[in-house]
């Protein structure tokens, strides 16, 4: 035969049948990353590669390398990757490669794709 329980176990017992002796932290919520959207240069008969490598290079922070492989893209393909980025980031970029390229009398066009 076991002992009987002591009341207060008993007591202590129910309280965390019912979870109200636990301290329970709220659930975190699960956080996603921003959406993400590629900076798209899109070719033109007009623009000359060495301004497009420039533009990349400088607002795209591309290597040169990196940024020829991109416009040699632009050009045989029609549209090149310049970067992919959080909203803000890639209407950020777009913007001013876009007003650079006004400046510069280039028609330049850079958009934005949801990646």
Same mark, same amino acid.
């Given at each position: ?26 659930? =975190? ?49 029609? =549209? ?36």
């Amino acid at each position: 035969m076991s002992p009987p329980k002591n009341p207060q176990s008993q007591d202590h017992d129910h309280e965390e049948g019912r979870g109200s002796g636990l301290a329970v932290a709220p659930a =975190k919520p699960k956080l996603q990353p921003p959406p993400q959207f590629r900076v798209v240069m899109m070719n033109d008969d007009f623009t000359p590669m060495e301004f497009v490598v420039q533009v990349l290079q400088q607002f795209f922070n591309h290597s040169r390398e990196k940024a020829v492989q991109i416009m040699l893209t632009v050009h045989q393909q029609g =549209k090149g990757v310049a970067g992919i980025y959080p909203v803000e980031i890639a209407e950020t970029k777009a913007a001013q490669a876009n007003a650079y390229a006004r400046k510069n009398q280039h028609p330049l066009l850079t958009v934005l794709e949801k990646v």
